[in-house]
């Protein structure tokens, strides 16, 4: 009976189409992770992205790779792009970082001003903005080896990372290093303080808000594409039973090129990655909740018109009545954290009510 009631909640016998229509074009996928102890260990999930990353720079095939560190500005967490040319500097920006990044200001330069050739670790909508970039000229085009993006779901404003920080922070001083996410399984956020303390809290602390779609940055309402679709390898979780069982963290990986494909064999058969080839409703159903909604444009833009916010129908997504229902909690949760009262109330509320608000949206998410 729980085996059942876990596998209705985890797992969708998504058609041929519907898995064309999500993931995207693709030559193969994987389930791997770094071979290298220390890389996996500082990693969002297997390692798979920063360790394909120093294999393309330790072999030689790359000068640089474009990847996003944390920075602290007046004692806030804020990712930061650079343009890592060490193993070192790779590990440094290992992990996740949740908050708005700004990748046509702040990354592109970056890339223009790089004189060597490069890969580039994106968000979906930042692949995109690189592909047009790429499609108007030919040098920067030359320039680029590789492109990885990873899975994303949305991302969130700098504000609610502040916030939890505010929380962890009391009487201990400025912020002086941060991870959203580290670890297995969800993992844990962790937050050094000026006085020393090291302040860790499951990721949930952090994500329960987030995955309620409270501070998430509007232009991701308008988004249809989680698997990030311009680019040579994808590269996300495993939020599946099977993969929680596995004390091994691992990264979903989807190979979309030539290029992607032949790094991944290589990256295997070298002894750098660690993994297999799994079948694409594997790592469809490591995302069979978020994947789905997050596809359905079309229920936001209907589900705008009544919350005054306007969203473009971009896409073929077949609409059911409960994708509404996420539609108006998730465009209702953004705005109401966006006003002063709102936010107030949020943060204020006791967490079980946050848990409980989240169980309602999960169960929808599972219909
Ligand atoms: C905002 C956001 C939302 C995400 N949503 C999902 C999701 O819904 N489902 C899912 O399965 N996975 C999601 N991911 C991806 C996932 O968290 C891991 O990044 C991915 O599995 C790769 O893990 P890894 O251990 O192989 O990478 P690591 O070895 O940890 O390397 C991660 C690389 O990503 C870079 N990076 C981190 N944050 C950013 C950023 N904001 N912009 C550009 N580059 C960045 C790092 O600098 C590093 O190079 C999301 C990531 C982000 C940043």
């Given at each position: 009976m729980?085996k059942?009631?876990?596998?209705a909640?985890?797992?969708?016998n998504?058609?041929p189409?519907q898995?064309?229509?999500y993931?995207g074009?693709?030559?193969q996928?994987y389930?791997?992770?770094?071979?290298?102890?220390?890389?996996?260990a500082?990693?969002a999930?297997g390692?798979?992205?920063?360790?394909l990353?120093?294999?393309?720079l330790?072999?030689?095939q790359?000068g640089g790779?474009l990847?996003?560190?944390?920075?602290?500005?007046a004692?806030?967490?804020?990712?930061?792009?650079i343009?890592?040319?060490?193993?070192e500097?790779?590990?440094?920006?290992?992990?996740?970082?949740y908050?708005?990044?700004y990748?046509?200001n702040d990354?592109?330069?970056?890339?223009?001003?790089?004189d060597?050739r490069?890969a580039?670790v994106?968000?979906?909508?930042?692949?995109?903005?690189?592909q047009r970039?790429r499609?108007?000229s030919?040098?920067?085009?030359?320039?680029?080896?590789?492109?990885i993006t990873?899975f994303c779901?949305?991302n969130s404003?700098?504000?609610?990372?502040?916030?939890?920080?505010d929380r962890?922070?009391?009487?201990h001083g400025?912020?002086?290093?941060?991870?959203?996410r580290i670890?297995h399984w969800r993992?844990?956020?962790e937050?050094?303080?000026?006085?020393?303390?090291?302040?860790?809290?499951?990721?949930?602390?952090?994500?329960?808000?987030r995955n309620?779609?409270?501070f998430?940055q509007?232009k991701c309402?308008?988004?249809?594409?989680?698997?990030g679709?311009h680019?040579?390898?994808?590269?996300?979780?495993?939020?599946?039973?099977r993969?929680?069982a596995?004390?091994?963290k691992?990264t979903a990986l989807?190979a979309?090129?030539p290029a992607?494909s032949a790094?991944i064999?290589?990256?295997?058969?070298d002894?750098?990655?660690?993994?297999?080839e799994?079948?694409?409703?594997?790592?469809a159903?490591?995302?069979?909740?978020?994947a789905?909604f997050h596809?359905?444009?079309n229920?936001?833009?209907?589900v705008?018109?009544?919350?005054?916010v306007?969203?473009?129908?971009?896409?073929d997504?077949?609409?059911?009545?409960?994708?509404y229902?996420i539609?108006f909690?998730?465009l209702?949760?953004?705005?109401?954290?966006?006003?002063r009262?709102?936010?107030a109330?949020i943060?204020?509320a006791?967490r079980?009510?946050?848990?409980l608000?989240?169980?309602?949206?999960?169960?929808?998410e599972?219909?």
């Amino acid at each position: 009976m729980i085996k059942r009631l876990r596998q209705a909640l985890w797992h969708k016998n998504f058609t041929p189409d519907q898995l064309r229509r999500y993931v995207g074009e693709f030559e193969q996928c994987y389930f791997t992770y770094a071979a290298d102890d220390a890389v996996h260990a500082n990693a969002a999930s297997g390692g798979s992205v920063s360790a394909l990353l120093i294999y393309l720079l330790e072999s030689g095939q790359i000068g640089g790779a474009l990847v996003c560190r944390t920075a602290l500005r007046a004692a806030k967490p804020r990712p930061e792009f650079i343009i890592a040319r060490t193993r070192e500097e790779i590990m440094v920006a290992q992990g996740s970082k949740y908050a708005a990044v700004y990748f046509a200001n702040d990354a592109l330069p970056l890339i223009e001003a790089f004189d060597g050739r490069l890969a580039v670790v994106a968000l979906p909508c930042d692949a995109t903005i690189l592909q047009r970039a790429r499609a108007r000229s030919a040098a920067l085009d030359a320039r680029i080896a590789l492109v990885i993006t990873l899975f994303c779901g949305h991302n969130s404003e700098p504000a609610l990372t502040d916030a939890i920080v505010d929380r962890l922070g009391q009487g201990h001083g400025p912020l002086t290093g941060y991870h959203w996410r580290i670890g297995h399984w969800r993992g844990s956020l962790e937050a050094t303080f000026a006085d020393g303390a090291q302040v860790v809290k499951p990721f949930e602390t952090f994500s329960d808000y987030r995955n309620l779609y409270f501070f998430a940055q509007p232009k991701c309402h308008h988004c249809f594409d989680h698997f990030g679709y311009h680019c040579d390898i994808s590269a996300g979780d495993i939020w599946s039973p099977r993969m929680k069982a596995n004390p091994i963290k691992h990264t979903a990986l989807i190979a979309r090129t030539p290029a992607g494909s032949a790094l991944i064999a290589a990256a295997l058969r070298d002894g750098v990655l660690i993994g297999s080839e799994e079948p694409v409703d594997e790592i469809a159903n490591g995302q069979a909740r978020t994947a789905p909604f997050h596809y359905s444009v079309n229920a936001r833009a209907r589900v705008g018109r009544f919350l005054g916010v306007r969203i473009k129908a971009r896409n073929d997504a077949r609409v059911r009545p409960v994708d509404y229902a996420i539609a108006f909690i998730a465009l209702l949760n953004e705005r109401v954290s966006r006003t002063r009262i709102g936010r107030a109330v949020i943060l204020r509320a006791p967490r079980p009510v946050i848990r409980l608000y989240l169980y309602l949206l999960k169960g929808l998410e599972s219909l």
